[in-house]
C-alpha cells in the first residue's frame, strides 16, 4: 500500500495553494549526510548531473563541494526521479539538505508515490527526517518521511497557504 494516497493529499500537491516548487529539507545534516545523499543518488537507476553554475562537471566527494569559497557558483545535483520528474539538490550548507521538486511534475497517485519514493530512500538512508513545506514557508511542514513511522506521513495541521 502507498505511504499516501493521491485523494488524501491532492491539496497539497496543488501548485498555486503550496507553491510550484514546495521547499523539502532534511535539517541537522552533516557532510557525511550529504555524501550519503551522494551515494544514494549513485546506487539508483536515477539519471542525474552536478553542475557549478552552467557548468555540468564530474561529481565530486560532499567535503569537496560543500568545501567551495563562499563567493563560488552555486553547486547542484540535479537528478531525474522518473521521466519527467527533477528534484534539484542545492549545496547551500553541509547542516542543511535543502532541494525542490516540481509539483507540476507529480501529479496523481504516480507523482505521489514518486516523491514518497525520495523522501523515503533520503530519510531511511540518514535515519532523518525528510520534510516538505509549501514554497517560502518557513512554518510547520506538511507532509515528510517519519523515521519513527518508517513511512511519508501527512505532517499538516492546517489548510495549505491560500487555501479558501
Given amino acids: ?3 499516501l494516497l493521491w485523494d ?9 495553494l503550496m507553491g510550484a516548487l514546495p521547499d523539502v529539507s532534511v535539517v541537522g545534516a552533516s557532510a557525511e549526510d550529504w555524501q550519503a545523499v551522494f551515494d544514494l543518488v549513485r546506487s539508483r537507476e536515477w539519471a542525474w548531473e552536478y553542475r557549478v553554475g552552467d557548468v555540468v562537471t564530474a561529481l565530486p566527494t560532499a567535503v569537496e563541494a560543500l568545501g567551495r569559497p ?3 557558483e552555486l553547486a547542484e545535483l540535479r537528478v ?7 528534484a534539484i539538490f542545492r549545496l547551500y550548507s553541509p547542516s542543511e539538505i535543502d532541494f525542490d521538486i516540481d509539483l507540476r ?3 496523481g497517485q504516480h507523482g505521489v508515490d514518486v516523491l514518497c519514493d525520495l ?17 517560502g514557508d518557513s ?11 518508517d513511512r511519508v506521513v501527512l505532517m499538516a495541521d492546517r489548510e495549505p497557504p491560500g487555501h479558501p
Avoid: N, T
Fill in 80 to 86: 531525474w526521479l522518473s521521466a519527467g520528474v527533477l
Fill in 105 to 107: 511534475e507529480l501529479q
Fill in 70 to 72: 563562499a563567493e563560488a
Fill in 139 to 149: 512554518g510547520h511542514p506538511v507532509l515528510g518521511f517519519d523515521p519513527s513511522a
Fill in 8 to 16: 488524501e493529499v491532492r491539496s497539497l500537491f496543488d501548485p498555486h
Fill in 119 to 135: 523522501l523515503r530512500a533520503i530519510g531511511k538512508r540518514l535515519g532523518k527526517p525528510v520534510l516538505l513545506r509549501a514554497e
Fill in 1 to 3: 500500500m502507498p505511504d
